[in-house]
């Protein structure tokens, strides 16, 4: 039931949210009764709001709003762009990707977000659910706290869009570590943190 209200309220928030930055004329009533809670019904259920482990139809619109990824669609062009990225290279055979994060980005916790955690998120996902959206990514270093080294399997060419799917949303790896999270090998039966994802978020988002 907490993770229906979660869900249900951010779905809503995130509309109204949407149509404030639209701007123009509201064709609708809002409550300026200053309550920063709303519910709403949603038409079908899902089974999980832990982005290493879900793939289904409506997560996105919670995920999106609690999570960021390296790599965000701001338009409808269908160019992916930089998010928590701040520059991004590919070597000349396609096979290597290198990313470098943005200054100063810290999730809601106040922790620093660093290639650490992107690693730790990635490397986690690939051991869930939508684990065949990595499938290119062979591997992954981290030289230094603001540097990300993907080794493909081939060239890639849909890699950045792949990157902005809330599966591979970047997690604060402290946190999920803290609630029984692990990217080992044998992350997909001794990870513990779905539990406390599917009520709490662990990310950079809008809402927590």
């Known amino acids: 039931m907490k993770k229906k209200i979660l869900a249900l309220t951010l779905c809503l928030a995130l509309v109204f949210t949407l149509g404030a930055c639209g701007g123009g004329t509201n064709g609708g009533s809002a409550d300026s009764s200053g309550s ?56 000349a055979d396609g096979m290597t990707l290198t990313v470098k994060l943005k200054d100063n980005i810290k999730f809601a916790s106040g922790n ?13 996902t690939k051991k869930g659910n939508p684990s065949f959206i990595c499938d290119t990514i062979e591997s992954m270093e981290a030289p230094d706290d603001k540097t990300v080294i993907f080794h493909l399997t ?7 869009s792949k990157l902005t799917y809330c599966s591979l ?20 039966t001794a990870d513990k943190a ?13 809402y927590v």
């Open 112 to 124: 620093d977000i660093t290639s650490a955690d992107v690693l730790f998120s990635i490397n986690r």
């Open 169 to 188: 949303a970047i997690l604060d790896s402290k946190v999920v570590k803290e609630n029984g999270g692990t990217d080992a090998e044998d992350a997909s």
């Open 36 to 91: 920063n809670t709303v519910v709403v019904a949603m038409g079908s259920g899902f089974t999980s709001l832990d982005p290493g482990y879900v793939y289904e139809k409506n997560p996105p619109v919670v995920l999106n709003a609690c999570y960021e990824n390296l790599f965000k669609f701001y338009s409808n062009d269908g160019e992916a762009e930089p998010c928590l990225a701040d520059t991004y290279e590919f070597s």
């Open 194 to 206: 779905q539990a406390y994802l599917d009520t709490t978020s662990a990310g950079s988002g809008m």
């Open 154 to 160: 081939q060239p890639d060419s849909g890699i950045l």
